[in-house]
């Protein structure tokens, strides 16, 4: 089992859809997570961080993390053509580096 | 401070020669991490630094690949003897805290290309 699973999807969702995106992770020591998002030929950029169970809401984003099922998940809300990227979720464990997922591509139609 | 600097932004170079690539991180972050990603891929941790000591390193990390960071500032990327399959976004990263509580912030990478 990889550490860090995410569905790669593509996901497609119209304008003003809520896209649901969804993460899994393998060590139950893990403390701190991440949403980034990253653009073709970009570089990954910092969305979202949480660190207790339930919901954190920042503007259209929404986290949410679930620590007995070793569950984090990122919505978007009124979804735009802009937000259409690669969603990378990243897990820490505690003093050592993120661990990434591959991924989930995705992509919201006008 | 404009963020972490990368150079250089693209590289080409055949295969079997020696490839250097720098980071400057953010200036007031002690961390300073290297991931390599390739297409389709997250980005696969390769090894970090707090200030001038390398804490950890993966094994993705042959002997092939050094890094360092003298003085605790920039940092350099060598990967000696470049293989098709080192072909990839090197990526570097910084942050401020102890453990990585509050993420990393990225430069725009090093694109490699090995022919």
Redesign the interface.
């Known amino acids: 089992q990889k550490e860090?699973e995410q569905n790669?999807g593509p996901l497609s969702v119209p304008e003003g859809a809520i896209a649901s995106l969804n993460c899994t992770y393998s060590d139950r020591v893990s403390?701190?997570f991440?949403w980034?998002r990253q653009y073709s030929g970009?570089?990954?950029?910092?969305i979202m961080?949480i660190?207790s169970n339930g919901d954190k809401e920042d503007g259209r984003f929404t986290a949410q993390l679930n620590k007995a099922s070793q569950y984090v998940s990122l919505l978007i809300r009124d979804s735009q053509p802009s937000d259409s990227a690669t969603y990378?979720c990243?897990v820490?464990r505690?003093?050592?580096?993120?661990?990434?997922?591959?991924?989930t591509t995705l992509s919201v139609s006008s | 401070d404009t963020g972490v600097s990368q150079d250089p932004r693209h590289k080409i170079t055949k295969r079997g020669q020696n490839v250097t690539f720098r980071c400057d991180p953010i200036s007031e972050h002690n961390r300073l991490?290297w991931?390599r990603q390739t297409l389709?891929?997250?980005?696969?941790?390769l090894t970090?630094f707090q200030n001038e000591a390398q804490l950890?390193k993966s094994r993705l990390l042959s002997d092939r690949f050094s890094a360092e960071r003298p003085k605790g500032s920039f940092s350099t990327l060598e990967i000696q003897r470049t293989e098709q399959g080192d072909s990839a976004?090197y990526?570097c990263a910084s942050s401020q805290d102890?453990?990585?509580?509050?993420?990393?912030?990225?430069?725009?990478?090093t694109r490699l290309t090995v022919v």
């Open positions: 860090v790669s403390q701190s991440f980034y970009k570089s990954p950029e910092l961080s660190y990378l990243a820490n505690g003093g050592t580096a993120l661990i990434f997922g591959k991924g | 991490y991931y389709g891929q997250g980005p696969e941790f970090y950890e976004m990526l102890r453990g990585g509580t509050y993420g990393y912030t990225f430069g725009s990478g």
